[in-house]
Nanobody, 125 residues
């Protein structure tokens, strides 16, 4: 069982930056694939980024590639999402997610077993 707690959300002007953190409980954190998803009002939850357990590979949805960076510190059981050049359309509740191993379809929310409570990111235009 893994518990995930996100932090770092807030209100920022367009063009600004935020760094989200997701702290995980439990041991063997490096056995878990970690993902970031977001959900805007009235929209479905969508994939943002994912990282393998050993941080060897990272993936991004096209709309954030080049602006967002996912990373993880397995010694600290924490995954991060550095968000730069934020746009109004990045406004959403951001969730981190985890699962053991690597999901067959890492962009699908249903592939992840554990979820945080979410943190609000609001980008003013």
């Amino acid at each position: 069982q893994v518990q995930l707690v996100e932090s770092g959300g807030g209100l920022v002007q367009a063009g600004g930056s935020l760094r989200l953190s997701c702290a995980a409980s439990g041991r063997t954190f490096n056995n878990y694939a970690m993902g970031w998803f977001r959900q805007a009002p009235g929209k479905e939850r969508e994939f943002v980024s994912a990282v393998t357990g050993n941080a060897g590979s990272t993936y991004y949805t096209d709309s954030v590639a080049g602006r967002f960076t996912i990373s993880r510190d397995n010694a600290e059981n924490t995954v991060y999402l550095q968000m730069n050049s934020l746009k109004h359309e990045d406004t959403a509740v951001y969730y981190c997610a985890a699962r053991v191993g690597w999901p067959r379809t890492f962009r699908a929310p249903t592939e992840y077993n554990y979820w945080g409570q979410g943190t609000q990111v609001t980008v003013s235009s």
